[in-house]
């Protein structure tokens, strides 16, 4: 494993430079950008992040680690809920105690915030909500703190991701299997997850089973159960849309059901109902008529976060670890086969 003194020879200066730039004091000490440039591209090349946190908890058992949450202020409320579950669930399992920092950003800004990942005052860092232009930046920085990227992919730090392109290919053989060749999509951005081109990729994996999908079926919908609601209202006055309907969340599709009640349109009667299940299982397992997904549960991606953390924290692993959370079919009255 690469050390500071093999980083140091690499990027041609001293130790004591390249702990300087490591603690983010390179403007502070007046070390030129072109220094610290290298000293950082060294770090990239030497793939170099000591493991200093495992000293730490080796060496002072009072002093507990501490876990910074950084949090988009545009997740919605429904996936903070989902994943605050998934880290209560995690904690019991690991036998280590530590401390949780809550650091909320505007997505797009993490930079503003970044300054304690620089200087590496916690043990550990999950970031959730994260934009492109947030996750390129991380890839920038030097810090010795372990980071897991939720939703997106990364070089230098671990990441744990929702494998959406599986759900959509299971979705497509699903209705392909009940010889559905046309469907209509209710799409959403999603927030807090980095490709928002996902509506675009079940339309691909569609085609790619002989299953059409005319971009006039195509409905946008706020991300919200009012959302849902009012572009179900939307698909009901297009009497040549497809009756069956792929949601990309159960957020969304909790407030179509609804809509669909008030109308008097019986599911699966007349219209069949598939979607991706993000939220607890709980949610679509006993809504009336229940409500089959394809699980993406968000509260895998906190568990999963924090598994990793913990290996890094006591020092099981020295690389980035990738994980990627799988969907589960969950059939029930809304879409059966």
Request: glycine residues 4%; contains cysteine.
């Amino acid at each position: 494993m690469a050390t500071i003194k093999d980083v140091a020879k690499l990027a041609g200066v001293s130790v004591s430079t390249v702990s300087i730039v490591m603690n983010g004091k390179a403007k502070e000490r007046k070390i030129p950008q072109t220094t610290s440039s290298r000293v950082i591209k060294a770090m990239h090349e030497l793939d170099y992040q000591p493991n200093s946190n495992a000293r730490r908890l080796r060496s002072d058992h009072d002093n507990r680690p501490t876990v910074v949450l950084y949090l988009a202020m545009e997740c919605p409320e429904f996936l903070l809920t989902e994943f605050f579950k998934g880290i209560r669930n995690q904690l019991p399992k690991s036998g280590l105690s530590f401390e949780i920092v809550f650091q909320p950003f505007q997505s797009g800004f993490l930079h503003e915030h970044a300054q304690s990942l620089i200087k590496n005052n916690y043990n550990a860092a999950v970031i959730l909500g994260a934009s492109q232009h947030d996750a390129e930046y991380l890839e920038t920085i030097a810090t010795q703190t372990p980071i897991v990227l939720i939703n997106h992919k990364s070089n230098r730090h671990s990441t744990v991701e929702m494998e959406f392109q599986a759900c959509h290919e299971q979705a497509a053989e699903l209705l392909f299997k009940k010889n559905h060749r046309h469907v209509a999509i209710i799409a959403s951005k999603y927030p807090c997850v980095a490709d928002n081109s996902l509506a675009q990729s079940f339309v691909n994996v569609c085609l790619h089973k002989g299953i059409e999908v005319k971009p006039d079926h195509v409905f946008q919908a706020a991300h919200s159960f009012a959302g849902g609601y009012e572009t179900a209202l939307s698909y009901l006055t297009d009497k040549s849309a497809p009756k069956v309907i792929y949601c990309e969340s159960d957020l969304i599709a909790l407030g179509a059901l609804h809509a669909f009640y008030q109308a008097g349109i019986s599911v699966p009667g007349e219209i069949e109902m598939l979607c991706v299940g993000l939220m607890s299982q709980e949610h679509t397992q006993f809504c009336n008529p229940s409500l089959s997904a394809i699980a993406l549960p968000a509260a895998g991606l906190a568990s999963s976060a924090i598994s990793i953390l913990i290996k890094a924290m006591t020092g099981q692993m020295t690389n980035p670890d990738h994980v990627k959370i799988a969907p589960e079919v969950n059939l029930r009255d809304s879409f059966q086969i």
